[in-house]
């Protein structure tokens, strides 16, 4: 039995919306069962849903709730808005989901944090970069060099060894380099490859005899059963964040947001199917992520709400 997939910081945004929803007495019958759906959608929606619900247990269960009160107090200026009292514990649930979801990453061989980036050069001499908010373990030995992608992101440039192949891992297969430099993204259901030179060998977790050349300029999508593609790259560049940035070209709002949530620490809020329909183009500083949110406020119609510095809401305006 496979399993279940490590919930992604996406995953995990949307499970505490769901759940500030909830407890602001607000949900109606449909909204809960759209809830239901959500829930019942990916196995890694069910697994973040129960460790909340255990997390907001924990807060129920503190009788002074001195973290819940300081945040009551933060949030004073906004006491109309009805999901005012679960916003609190939505952030105190946001803060311990680090101990229960990240603890395995803490004994990641290399791993970055919110809004961080790192560069590694291996006892190879291949080079890696993890994106923000990603963890790698490092296996090598006399038959094979092999990375496990444990969350996240990385680029590799690979050393050329002809008697040890270099192979990234993540639970939904493998990625073997063929050449030198690549991208592999690991996230909810699948992982992303990305060749920027020469080609790699993609292979499903569960069918051994498949494998999938993907050449230099192309992406392909690898399952656990499958891989779709590949296709070409598109617009935009990839590799941009490796620079501290991230350039899109006609590319949709939500997905710019989702990359803009992993260098900021907090809840980012957003209607996915309220915002669908606007598209982005442009270059944006990763390192600061309140100007890229500015620059985005100040050509699309829609308005960011600060409730604390860890509670972002961004709506549209019509």
Request: aromatic share 6%; glycine share 6%.
């Amino acid at each position: 039995m496979n399993s279940v997939a490590e919930p992604a910081r996406e995953t995990v945004m949307a499970a505490t919306e769901w759940m500030a929803q909830l407890h602001s007495g607000e949900m109606d019958a449909a909204q809960r069962l759209a809830l239901q759906a959500w829930q019942a959608a990916d196995p890694s929606h069910g697994l973040a849903w129960s460790r909340l619900e255990m997390l907001w247990g924990r807060f129920d269960a503190l009788p002074p709730k001195p973290a819940i009160n300081a945040l009551e107090k933060a949030l004073a200026p906004v006491r109309r808005n009805p999901l005012r009292p679960a916003l609190g514990a939505l952030v105190l649930a946001l803060l311990a989901w680090q101990g229960v979801a990240r603890g395995p990453l803490w004994f990641a061989d290399q791993r970055t944090g919110f809004a961080q980036r790192l560069d590694i050069e291996l006892d190879d001499h291949s080079r890696l970069q993890l994106n923000s908010d990603s963890a790698v373990d490092v296996h090598f030995n006399a038959r094979q060099r092999l990375i496990d992608l444990k969350r996240g992101e990385l680029w590799v440039e690979v050393a050329k060894d002809p008697q040890r192949p270099f192979i990234v891992r993540t639970e939904h297969g493998t990625v073997t380099a063929l050449g030198t430099r690549f991208l592999v993204k690991r996230e909810d259901g699948h992982t992303q490859v990305t060749v920027l030179e020469s080609a790699i060998s993609a292979r499903p977790s569960e069918v051994v005899d498949l494998n999938a050349r993907v050449a230099a300029g192309q992406q392909a999508t690898l399952f656990t059963d499958h891989v779709e593609g590949p296709n070409a790259q598109g617009k935009g560049d990839p590799a941009a964040w490796t620079r501290g940035l991230l350039k899109v070209e006609d590319r949709p709002l939500v997905e710019v947001l989702d990359e803009l949530s992993r260098y900021r620490k907090g809840v980012m809020h957003f209607d996915r199917q309220a915002l669908q329909g606007l598209r982005v183009s442009g270059v944006f500083p990763l390192d600061d992520s309140d100007k890229a949110l500015q620059a985005l406020q100040a050509n699309l119609p829609i308005k960011l709400q600060r409730f604390t510095d860890w509670v972002l809401w961004i709506r549209p305006t019509g």
